[in-house]
């Protein structure tokens, strides 16, 4: 630090490997130059005890016979049992034989006490920065094939401590806990750090974890093969996962490949205000973006501009999806979903008011016998549009199921479906959802039992284009009360129906359609089926 006390520049030499066996914390406003040298982490010291460990109280533990003497002053140790990892990383004050001393008590996950025969392993961060630090051109090797034990408590490459923190331009590899962890400042909304250009592959945790944390801005990084042991590590997200107090949070322009999702664990009110735009997602084993918990309160979320790209299709499960569900008892609220690409990848809208899903492209791989691809699912949806957006295959382009009001589905194009290009199954509760616009035209498969638009209660259809080669109907009203399909355009060349009425339909009119073959009006009790023009 220079005579005003100022932070300094520490500099690494070009070229050189430097090997750690304990955390290096630096101090307020330094500057980390890595100049491209090597940070790699010491293989993991591991012994086992003589004694018990009773949360919160023990800092003493005598180890193995002769383990004494493997182990160092300053390191910081953790404790296992049967899987399970205590909480508080320690730092050993003193060694007397086997008899390590610590400056802490360990603390264990339920409290209570372990008998003698649990592990203990050296941990701990490789870096940890405070306010103002800067990190940048280091290549960090975690080591994670001489590391057993890790959580992601105790664990992680680089940990960001405090405000304004700047880590940019690092490579992180082989991590066996987590890769980049920012734990923020209290009160949180000074923190305003930065996590740019950094390549991290080959995580066993998560390669960004976010907490505590106001603006932070992670852009430009590549993150592949992250939650390789998420099981084991904890907190298992995604390449970036948000814990709690996360606020105005940018995720740009990231390459996120290979993890459990590319964002993760975006669960609670206290995550609200974030945008994740212009990243490209590839190959998540999960979710593509993971937005879901019980209750959540989740407000102001922005997904603009991804690319979400899944290699093939799950034969027989659902999509990998961007998932936005609240499945307690408050929606998601002021969510827009907007500009992307969806690659064999799908959205799912749990429960959520006041969205938009505007002007996305879904293009799927054609599976013969399609029953579970659903592009776009909404579950429960409350002053929502779904507008502008392409679909291309699956087994429903757009599938509702559960209770609807105020829903707009309107000017979308549903190509080449297996089975439905616009399905909206129960909801009895359904009301006042508006289908409008829409260009809908199906698979030649003559087999397929293809249907247009299903219609369950209170449904307005008006206006849409929907043109089959083969199918049960182009627009259906599927027993309920209240739905209206007027002024639709209908070709059904090679199809039996162009609208057809089912039994237990109530209160429906039908009327100005353009149809080529007649309404088939099963229940004879609508309000008016009525000037309806046969085409050719």
């Excluded at 205000?273 to 973006?289: E, H, P």
């Excluded at 603009?304 to 307690?328: C, H, K, M, T, W």
């Excluded at 659903?374 to 559960?402: P, W």
């Excluded at 007649?518 to 229940?523: C, G, K, L, N, Q």
Aim: aromatic share 6%; charged share 15%; net charge neutral.
């Amino acid at each position: 630090r220079d005579s005003a006390g100022v932070g300094g520049i520490v500099g690494f030499l070009p070229g050189k490997t430097y090997v750690l066996d304990r955390t290096v914390r630096f101090l307020n406003e330094q500057t980390i130059l890595g100049n491209g040298a090597r940070i790699f982490r010491a293989a993991q010291v591991i012994s086992t005890t003589s004694t018990e460990i009773v949360s919160g109280t023990t800092k003493t533990v005598t180890l193995a016979a002769g383990d004494g003497a493997k182990f160092k002053v300053g390191q910081w140790v953790n404790a296992y049992n049967g899987g399970v990892a205590a909480t508080l990383a320690i730092r050993i004050d003193s060694i007397v034989g086997d008899t390590i001393t610590c400056n802490d008590a360990f603390r264990l996950p339920a409290g209570g006490a372990w008998a003698a025969g649990s592990t203990i392993a050296t941990v701990g961060n490789t870096f940890e920065l405070v306010d103002d630090c800067t990190l940048r051109d280091l290549i960090i090797d975690g080591n994670k094939a001489n590391t057993t034990y890790a959580n992601w408590e105790v664990t992680a490459e680089v940990q960001m401590r405090g405000a304004d923190i700047t880590v940019f331009g690092n490579t992180i590899k082989n991590a066996p806990g987590e890769g980049i962890v920012e734990t923020g400042v209290t009160p949180f909304k000074d923190a305003r750090n930065k996590i740019a250009y950094n390549n991290l592959t080959d995580i066993n945790g998560n390669g960004v974890h976010l907490s505590a944390s106001y603006g932070c801005q992670v852009v430009n990084n590549v993150i592949i093969n992250t939650n390789l042991n998420g099981a084991a590590v904890g907190h298992s997200g995604g390449c970036i996962t948000l814990s709690n107090y996360i606020e105005h949070a940018i995720i740009a322009n990231n390459h996120l490949e290979a993890g459990r999702a590319g964002v993760g664990q975006i669960d609670s009110a206290d995550n609200s205000v974030i945008l994740i735009s212009g990243n490209t997602v590839k190959d998540m084993t999960t979710y593509m973006l993971e937005c879901r918990g019980n209750t959540i309160n989740l407000k102001h979320l922005s997904i603009i501009g991804n690319r979400f790209y899944q290699s093939s299709l799950l034969p027989a499960a659902e999509l990998i999806s961007v998932e936005i569900d609240d499945v307690g008892s408050s929606p998601v609220s002021h969510v827009t979903v907007s500009g992307n690409t969806f690659r064999n990848a799908g959205l799912l809208i749990g429960k959520v008011s006041n969205g938009a899903v505007t002007g996305n492209v879904f293009d799927l791989d054609y599976q013969a016998g399609d029953m579970v691809h659903n592009a776009i699912r909404v579950k429960t949806a409350d002053g929502c549009s779904i507008s502008a957006n392409s679909i291309k295959y699956g087994y429903a382009a757009i599938a509702l199921y559960g209770n609807h009001t105020n829903l707009s589905i309107v000017d979308n194009v549903m190509a080449l479906g297996y089975q439905f290009g616009l399905s909206i199954t129960g909801g009895a509760g359904n009301s006042s959802i508006t289908v409008a616009n829409n260009t809908i035209h199906n698979n030649a498969n003559a087999s397929v039992n293809y249907q247009g638009i299903v219609a369950g209660t209170n449904t307005t259809i008006r206006g849409n284009n929907i043109k089959m080669s083969a199918g049960h109907s182009g627009i259906r009203i599927y027993g309920g009360p209240g739905n209206i399909a007027q002024c639709n355009t209908v070709r059904t060349y090679a199809a039996g129906k162009s609208i057809r009425v089912e039994s237990g339909s109530t209160g429906y009119v039908v009327s100005e359609n353009q149809v080529t073959h007649a309404i088939t009006d099963v229940p004879l009790v609508g309000v008016r089926v009525a000037n309806n023009d046969i085409i050719v």
